[in-house]
């Protein structure tokens, strides 16, 4: 049995697990080691590890809405509230956009105008110039868009809160182990079915009472049954870098969901990078075991590139909102891995067979990080009741291969694809040019 002295060691310091050590350290925890292979926080390894996130709270699921306006409160408070920025979010959808994705936004505006929280801060909009009473900065045509405008939600800064986390746990007491040597697990130890701690690259065993792994689309990597029904996935992220005075000209945009196309935030201050991402499936990196996890040989893989087709997407965002921007170069391009579900549910969970000596947390399936202020809490709430009362964050069992990634949950639009294929068709592409 687990008790607040017992040594227990956290794999993986991104989102979930700093929320986790953070929340059993106020639990009254005392013996807590964070393993991170990354030399610092915020880890590249981590989806965190990103200029910002959406915070909001519109979700078909009521269960995930009262959640997430939870969480909210907790990104209001003085240890969250210096990454958060309540821009207002604004979701709409093009005169071209798929039933689907209309479906959604629809399901998603009575999701909040039905809750007293939100209803007094909720606008219908239709056509270019409602939105421009609230996105006065926009320039393009802003075709057929049809949607709303939701005050109580932002952003937050992705990476800085992870910083932030960092410095405020270990001040509290929590050790953190870091490093592609000293802070690689590699593999957890077990004494018959009971794991007993971890063996990290260089060498060394550390004991423990409890290993909790929270290590996103990494997860199966040392647990090979989660691979099973959770799967590593990505999707593209790129940039465009703006002077002083367009970063000042777009300072305090509404984040902006263009559920056919994809979604932006407000420039970031200190670089001045404008980020934005298309919407879609997703791509995975499925291997011969029929496991999807991101590629080894390069971090973050593939560097300065994300798949032609996403590039079009934005490029259509970019000429519906911001012309001027439409032919700029992209920047930082990159491939930011998640761990996925078929269901969009989380996995918060005894790992079967270990004697309830390994939790494992995962398939936050893009949706998660807004969860940081209250997610930990969930993992001290499981150890006071040795078991998952909830159905829907227990340990799942395997996914039928045929299962349809693409349209099991409505806020996936379209299909996704293999990295493999992305990545031919990139050097096809290059030769072409040759």
Sequence with gaps: MVTKTSPVIVVGGGAWGL?????????????????????????????????NKIVRAEYEDPFYTKLALEAIQGWKTPLF???FHQTGYVVATTGRAPAKAVEHLEKALLSVQADPTFAPGIKRLSGAADFKDYTWQYSGPLSGFKGYFNRLAGYAHSADTLKGLWEHCASRGVRFILGEEAGKVEKLVYQGRKCTGVATADGKTHQADLVICALGAHGASLLPDLGK????????????????EECNFLRGIPTTNVRDLGFFFEPDPKTRLFKLCPLGAGYTNTGSDGVSLPPTDRLPPPQDYI???DEKKL??????????????????QKLC??????????????????DKSVVVLSGDSGHGFKMMPVFGKWVTGLLERGEQSLSRWQWKSPVDADTDWGDAVSWRIGKGAELKELLQAKEKMVRARL
């Excluded at 929320?19 to 393993?35: D, Q």
């Excluded at 029904?229 to 002083?244: D, I, N, P, T």
């Excluded at 891995?337 to 270990?354: H, K, L, N, Q, R």
């Design 315 to 332: 490029r259509q965002l970019l000429r519906e909102t911001f012309p001027w921007m439409a032919d700029r170069p992209f920047v930082d």
């Design 19 to 51: 929320s986790t050590a953070l929340h059993m350290i106020e639990s009254g925890y005392t013996n807590i080691t964070v393993y991170e292979r990354a030399a610092q926080i915020p880890s590249p390894y981590s989806a965190a590890w990103d200029l």
């Design 229 to 244: 029904f959770v799967v590593g996935r990505c999707w593209s992220v790129a940039h465009v870098q703006l002077s002083e």
């Design 337 to 354: 891995w998640f761990a996925d579900t078929a269901d969009s549910e989380y996995c918060i969970d005894y790992v079967p067979g270990t």
């Design 81 to 83: 509230g210096p990454y």
């Design 307 to 309: 798949p032609a087709e």
